[in-house]
């Protein structure tokens, strides 16, 4: 009974809330420098109105702001309407890139959309957004 009573007391004591500042917190710093790498013109885009049976074009621009070249790896939209296009060549400290979506209007109505955009900075993808009205 002993011995289970000091191992839950051990047990306790390692999940405790005590320990949590014990190692240095570089995470943040990590995090701030890997979102810091890309600048987005806009991460989120309302193309308002368009019309139906017309596929709409909506450009996402960014510049890499690191001190090294940025590679897109994968674009994902996210649904078969949307189909992707982006820069294929690194893009250099300081030049610009770009991620298109484009859109088939085929259904009247209000839309929203999304396309996940992994780099060579972060395997955690970037979802990038937009939304509008197809009308008739």
Known sequence: ???????????????SPFY??????????????????????SESIDV????????????????????KPI???NVAPSCG?????YTKTPILPGKKGFVEASYNAAAAGAFMKTVNVTTSESKT?????FKGVVVS
Do not use: H
């Not at 009974?1 to 999940?15: D, E, N, P, R």
């Not at 949590?20 to 013109?41: H, L």
């Not at 308002?48 to 001190?67: A, D, V």
């Not at 309407?81 to 296009?85: H, L, Q, S």
């Open 20 to 41: 949590a500042n014990v190692f240095p917190g570089e995470t943040t710093s990590i995090v701030k420098m890997v979102a810091d790498a890309i600048k987005w013109k």
């Open 125 to 129: 993808p970037k979802t990038l957004s």
């Open 1 to 15: 009974m002993k011995k289970l009573t000091i191992s839950a007391l051990l047990a306790v004591f390692a999940f």
């Open 71 to 73: 590679v897109i790896e």
């Open 48 to 67: 308002g109105n368009i019309p139906q049976g017309k596929p709409k074009l909506i450009r996402f621009e960014f510049t890499n702001t690191s001190s």
């Open 81 to 85: 309407c949307t189909t992707a296009d």
